[in-house]
């Protein structure tokens, strides 16, 4: 038997064994019995339109905010820990070292409540404003150390080339360093996006307003009224609908570095 053909069977095998597997999996899930507590149509129909006038629209914002606050934060932090000045490097450091290693929910715990007792600070925007800072302060200490990482990554040769054509360090930095650091970072810089997404519904502990709920708080608050899983599933599926694409986006970046390569 030749090699190829042998490859053939084998994956064939393979995916006629994983086509089994989930055919009895869902053979054996009583549907009957899950249908009028996971996907009851009417439940379903009550969360809208507001799980998405409402809901979504908060998430995106929310992610939107955090991104762009966290974005120009980490790249701060990823120039200080790249910085020729030694406090600066040790500040820059202790801070992403503090905040990736504390969760991001006791984060936003102090930002809400901790921070404005200890200083009498109001933070703009109320709890949802509160909530945000902790979110930015913790994905900022993830995105420097991809900056500081892409920036890195950069062929010294390019820096080099820049200066001798008499750039000044930070000029060189934003027209030659930057722009390739960011290229190549694309991607895990959209994984960070993607992760963002899903951390909003940690903002409920900050404490939410009607009007200010993003998906996850949204869909526990509607089953609590209706005493069904069903807008958990649709938030979960709003979810889907919103990180599926930056996944792909991500994938196909990824696929383009390596062609660059």
Known sequence: ?????????????????????????????DWGRI??????????RDAFPGILT?????TVVYTAI???????????????????????RWLATAYIELFRGLPALLVIFGFAFAVPIAFSWQAPGGSVGAGLIGLIVVSAAYIAETIRAGIEAVPKGQVEAARSLGMNPAWTM???????AFRIITPPLTNELVILIKDTSLLFIAGMAIGDRELTTFARDS????????????????YLVITLPLTQLVAKLERHNKRGR
């Open 174 to 180: 934003i027209t030659v360093v930057l722009p390739q």
């Open 35 to 44: 249908q009028p507590y996971f996907f009851n149509v009417d439940v379903a």
């Open 66 to 88: 955090a991104f762009v606050g966290g974005m120009l934060f980490g790249l701060a932090l990823a120039l200080m820990k790249l910085s020729p000045v030694l406090p600066y």
């Open 54 to 58: 409402i809901a979504a629209k908060n």
């Open 223 to 238: 089953l609590t009224n209706s005493a069904n899983a069903t807008p958990l599933v649709v938030a979960a599926l709003l």
């Open 1 to 29: 038997m030749k090699r190829s053909t042998r490859r053939r069977l084998t994956q064939g095998v393979l995916y006629a064994i994983f086509a089994a597997v989930v055919l009895l999996v869902l053979l054996s899930i």
